[in-house]
């Protein structure tokens, strides 16, 4: 079936602007995180999803940040008043369960804040 | 467990030689490690994964041994090649609180023709 995939693949925005990131998860996949991966870094884990409840939100840096997922499928991440520093790749994942399963990630959106 | 180190950050190897990657975690309850490689500009993808009732899996010049001891795991590379060039990521399972992954720092791998 079809992977993970994300939208837009790119972003470019002016700083003190929202945006919106969207990730489509594996149909059938319960848990979804997001990251962000600054670049030549690691992966800075942001937010994880059980269902539709997250509850793991300690990742998100400030609370510019907020993310929220619908019908166990589709997650968007918002990020308000963006800042040059959010520039990023923004990764989604999904996993059939949380711990014992592989994570499959997207092709990711990369964000320039300008 | 909650902090997984990897070392070494970078590591530069001629084409022929061996890699290996190693990481450590403090939850002793963490029963699954994967291993993610990610090219330049691509999405991180599972290479291969272990499971807490093993201690080697292989797959062709990939494998991965684990120490429920000493609480490490390790990437193994054998007759590596340019294609091996990529950043190569760990994992193990967060137990307490949420369940999620935590990710290693990431180890950049130079192949040398």
């Known amino acids: 079936g079809a992977g993970v995939s994300q939208s837009p693949s790119n972003k470019v925005t002016e700083k003190g602007k929202d945006v919106e990131l969207r990730c489509d998860p594996i149909?059938?996949?319960?848990?979804l995180y997001w990251y962000r991966q600054r670049l030549g870094q690691g992966l800075e884990f942001l937010i994880y999803f059980q269902g539709n409840s997250a509850p793991d939100k300690s990742g998100l840096p400030s609370d510019r940040f907020s993310a929220e997922r619908t019908g166990e499928s589709v997650s968007t991440l918002t990020i308000q008043r963006t800042q040059q520093e959010d520039s990023a790749v923004y990764l989604c994942?999904?996993?059939?369960?949380?711990?014992?399963?592989?994570?499959?990630f997207g092709p990711g959106t990369r964000l320039l804040v300008l | 467990g909650e902090n997984v180190e990897q070392h070494p950050s970078t590591l530069s190897v001629q084409e022929g030689d061996s890699a290996v990657i190693k990481c450590t975690y403090s939850?002793?309850?963490?029963?699954?490690f994967p291993w993610y490689k990610q090219e330049l500009g691509k999405r991180p993808q599972l290479i291969i994964d272990i499971r807490s009732n093993v201690g080697e899996k292989k797959d062709q010049r990939i494998a991965v041994t684990l120490n429920k001891t000493a609480k490490h795991f390790s990437l193994h590379i054998t007759e590596t090649q340019p294609e091996d060039s990529a950043v190569y990521f760990c994992a193990a399972p967060s137990i307490q609180g949420a369940q999620k992954l935590v990710f290693g720092q990431g180890t950049r791998l130079t192949i040398n023709p």
């Open positions: 149909s059938g996949h319960t848990a």
């Open positions: 939850d002793s309850a963490s029963n699954y």
């Open positions: 994942a999904s996993s059939l369960n949380p711990t014992r399963e592989t994570q499959y």
